[in-house]
């Protein structure tokens, strides 16, 4: 498969037809949306410089990931306690299975610890937690929900809590439709495949419809898994839907673990010779599958980076700095180009660069 990412300078042109669609044989919008994304991301600073040292030394940060057994989360937690310990503040991490009582629980223990500020990390939704929160902020604390929900669902979620560090999953979503329609040299004809429950499926939904509309000529079939149906639902589902339909070319995958479900299915009626596939996530077998030309692009987050960008927001709001409405969490797109940069075996946070850890430091003036 020809590797578009590769293709650098582009512009939209005469792009788009008059009725702001696109056609077959003008892919210039589309090769222009991803072309910023084939390389390691440079640093954006989200907000001016503050000595984070100083305001945060007598704080204490309490998190509760959505579960403890998700490594998406627990990796980020990690790195959130890394960039603790670097600038010299508390922090604690809320054991917990993914049960909403549990979170209820945690915001309780973090009101009779006396903390500053509680993040709900990763898909803790605020909005079953209403009662909880309402009592931690009449306890004086802080509550921020971070890399939850999209940009567009902010005002939402801030009705709730005191802020959010929202991703730009709209944009992720209207990625994955930008590449497969490269790809497919704009005869686009999906099966995407969505999780639905979290804001974020919400935010990536709308960004992958608003993509679609753009092309004239692109077909889509939506499927929906729940996060506890993708082991026993998604290959005989997509197995379905690709003999029911023969001409589809692509598989779009909203979170880039359910491809270990995809792959059989389009082993099964073979069908890797006619489609590809392409996720989000940047989970490191996925990677892996990346590297083995199983699945064609990736788009990837680096955690360590979230964790920087999650606790620099957080740091603001207890710092009575401006809040931050965009964190500057950037993506990568991983192909088998420089997929191995990730490591092999693909490595977490591995292959975006560094240039964010010196950002950082010197963003909150610990240099």
């Given amino acids: 498969m020809k590797n578009y990412l590769a293709i650098s300078g582009l512009s939209v042109a005469a792009g788009l037809l008059s009725a702001g669609l696109a056609q077959a044989e003008d892919l210039s919008y589309f090769e222009a949306q991803i072309a910023p994304y084939a390389g390691?991301?440079?640093?954006?600073?989200?907000?001016?410089?503050?000595?984070?040292?100083?305001?945060?030394?007598?704080?204490?940060?309490?998190?509760?990931?959505?579960?403890?057994?998700?490594?998406f989360t627990?990796?980020?937690?990690?790195?959130?306690?890394?960039?603790?310990?670097?600038?010299?503040?508390?922090?604690?991490?809320?054991?917990?299975?993914?049960?909403v009582a549990q979170w209820a629980q945690g915001i309780?223990?973090?009101?009779?610890?006396?903390?500053?500020?509680i993040d709900l990390l990763g898909g803790?939704?605020?909005?079953?937690?209403?009662?909880?929160?309402?009592?931690?902020?009449?306890?004086?604390?802080?509550?921020?929900?971070?890399?939850?929900?999209?940009?567009e669902q902010s005002a939402e979620i801030r009705e709730i809590t005191d802020s959010d560090v929202p991703i730009d999953y709209f944009k992720a979503g209207a990625l994955l439709v930008?590449?497969?329609?490269?790809?497919?040299?704009g005869d686009l004809n999906a099966l995407v495949l969505i999780s639905s429950g979290p804001l974020s499926t919400d935010s990536m939904v709308s960004g992958i419809k608003a993509e679609l509309e753009k092309c004239e000529t692109c077909k889509a079939q939506f499927l929906d898994y729940i996060g506890t149906d993708w082991a026993t639902?998604?290959?005989?589902?997509?197995?379905?839907?690709?003999?029911?339909n023969p001409d589809v070319n692509y598989i779009i995958v909203i979170y880039d673990s359910m491809s270990?479900?995809?792959?059989?299915?389009?082993t099964i009626t073979g069908a890797q010779d006619r489609l590809n596939i392409n996720a989000f996530n940047g989970t490191p077998f996925v990677l892996g599958m990346v590297q083995k030309g199983q699945v064609e692009m990736d788009i990837g987050e680096n955690l360590d980076w979230i964790a920087h960008s999650v606790m620099d927001s957080e740091m603001r709001l207890l710092c009575g700095e401006d809040e931050i409405d965009d964190p500057k969490i950037p993506f990568?797109?991983?192909?088998?180009?420089?997929?191995m940069d990730a490591g092999t075996p693909p490595e977490l946070s591995k292959g975006y660069g560094d240039a964010y850890q010196a950002g950082f430091d010197e963003l909150w003036q610990l240099k």
Avoid: Y
Avoid at 44 to 65: E, Q
Avoid at 233 to 244: C, E, H, K, N, Y
Avoid at 332 to 339: G, L, V
């Fill in 74 to 99: 627990s990796n980020i937690e990690q790195a959130m306690a890394g960039v603790a310990e670097k600038v010299g503040f508390e922090f604690t991490t809320w054991e917990n299975q993914g049960q």
């Fill in 260 to 266: 270990q479900f995809v792959l059989p299915a389009v």
């Fill in 108 to 117: 309780e223990t973090a009101i009779n610890q006396g903390v500053d500020l």
């Fill in 178 to 185: 930008d590449h497969a329609v490269v790809s497919t040299e």
């Fill in 40 to 71: 390691k991301p440079s640093f954006v600073a989200p907000g001016p410089s503050f000595d984070a040292k100083s305001c945060m030394a007598d704080k204490k940060v309490f998190s509760i990931p959505q579960s403890s057994a998700n490594p």
């Fill in 124 to 151: 803790v939704d605020p909005r079953v937690l209403k009662p909880q929160i309402e009592a931690a902020q009449k306890a004086g604390i802080k509550v921020v929900a971070s890399h939850n929900n999209g940009m």
């Fill in 233 to 244: 639902r998604i290959t005989p589902g997509v197995q379905s839907a690709l003999m029911s």
């Fill in 332 to 339: 990568m797109m991983f192909t088998e180009a420089n997929a």
